[in-house]
């Protein structure tokens, strides 16, 4: 494997489920973060993860779990989800934390709560 | 707050032709720029990015973008399309000195006929 990989590629889930997005970096880097992309709207960032530490949480509901267990794997738990929460969710990763680099991404994770 | 503007969420030319897809920010210290692109069913990919430096940016697949700083703008070009370009292409700044913080424009969606 190469990249970013997410797994699965697509997920339904009704809203009382609980499920997880699986996130994996084979780039060495240090950094790795979630987006959530929905129709037209601009992909929003929800979480960033440096050295398996959470900087930043963007006011994203509870019910979006993170958890980053080590620099090369980030996970997203998801429970009592809503309608609204169908998107792509997209995860990427950077060498650093810092603003210069940039970032890549999976190819995505297509979430329907029914 | 800092922000990105592309202009027209769609854009169709001809093979062959000129690609101008227009984006602005705003930002109260000096960013870094950046464009991507997204085709159907994949993460995004970097196409260039600016940081310092020369200011008229080369990226892979022949495209380029220039930032001018006094029209606070990052417009992407590619002197002639190909069909293979079709796909949707987002503008993001992130900001000096801080996280990794990328802002995405909304998307510009490319259309490219015969």
């Known amino acids: 494997e190469t990249g970013v990989t997410q797994t699965p590629r697509h997920l339904v889930m009704g809203m009382t489920n609980k499920k997880s997005l699986k996130c994996e970096q084979h780039?060495?880097?240090?950094?790795m973060y979630w987006y959530k992309q929905s129709a037209k709207k601009p992909l929003e960032l929800m979480f960033v993860y440096s050295l398996e530490e959470r900087v930043e949480n963007n006011s994203v509901p509870s019910r979006f779990s993170p958890e980053c267990p080590n620099s090369s794997h980030l996970f997203l738990h998801l429970h009592t989800l809503q309608p609204e929460d169908s998107a792509l969710y997209l995860c990427?990763?950077?060498?650093?934390?810092?603003?210069?680099?940039?970032?890549?991404f999976g190819p995505g994770t297509r979430l329907t709560v029914t | 707050a800092q922000s990105v503007t592309q202009l027209g969420s769609h854009v169709s030319v001809s093979e062959g032709a000129l690609v101008l897809l227009r984006c602005n920010y705003s930002?109260?210290?000096?960013?870094?720029l950046f464009w991507y692109v997204q085709y159907p069913n994949q993460g995004l990919q970097l196409l260039l990015k600016y940081t310092t430096g020369a200011t008229l940016v080369k990226g892979i697949n022949g495209f380029e973008a220039e930032f001018k700083k006094s029209e606070t703008s990052f417009h992407l070009t590619k002197p002639s399309a190909h069909m293979s370009d079709a796909a949707e292409y987002f503008c993001?700044?992130?900001?000096?000195?801080?996280?990794?913080?990328?802002?995405f424009g909304a998307g510009t969606r490319l259309a490219v006929h015969p």
């Open positions: 993001a700044v992130s900001l000096s000195g801080g996280y990794n913080k990328l802002i």
């Open positions: 930002s109260s210290v000096p960013p870094y």
């Open positions: 780039l060495g880097h240090n950094a």
């Open positions: 990427a990763s950077s060498q650093d934390p810092s603003d210069s680099y940039e970032q890549y």
